[in-house]
């Protein structure tokens, strides 16, 4: 005995009115005057809005903890100053999480279309990249950034 439990949706395809049931074509024409509403509108931007303010904080998150560290380093050379060393390069590993806020800040990096942050110019940045394999194997790993300070 073969049961149908759910229907097969393909969002690709048009949608042939004929073969929608009266009860489909009426939840399917709410849907739609839902949707056009004014108030649906405003939630969904108000959404997007919120999505887009969190997205920015992260960013901002990063930008600062980043940029802290490298003054600290390579600035100040707090690390390798009682050893009366200078640091020439610095290399940061940053949790996976924030992968999608490090795209932002350094699309080329990640082989996408954009410029750097513009508060990174004076820096050359370099990504570790791992074995593809190593990365398939562990997806929540760490990326590597490797800085060094331009010289003129």
Request: with cysteine; aromatic share 10%.
């Amino acid at each position: 005995m073969r049961v149908k439990m759910r229907r097969v949706l393909d969002v690709e395809s048009p949608v042939n009115l004929r073969e929608l049931t009266p009860l489909d074509k009426i939840k399917a024409g709410i849907v739609t005057q839902w949707m056009h509403t004014n108030f649906y509108k405003n939630y969904r931007k108000r959404k997007n809005e919120e999505r887009y303010s969190e997205q920015v904080k992260k960013d901002e998150i990063v930008k600062s903890l980043l940029l802290s560290r490298l003054y600290n380093e390579l600035g100040n050379n707090n690390t390798l100053k009682e050893k009366d060393k200078v640091c020439d390069s610095i290399i940061i590993s940053i949790d996976h999480d924030y992968v999608e806020s490090l795209e932002r800040l350094f699309p080329a990096l990640f082989d996408k279309p954009g410029s750097f942050s513009k508060d990174f110019l004076s820096y050359d940045v370099v990504r570790i990249k791992e074995n593809a394999d190593i990365r398939r194997a562990f997806p929540d790993m760490k990326v590597l950034l490797k800085f060094s300070k331009k010289t003129l």
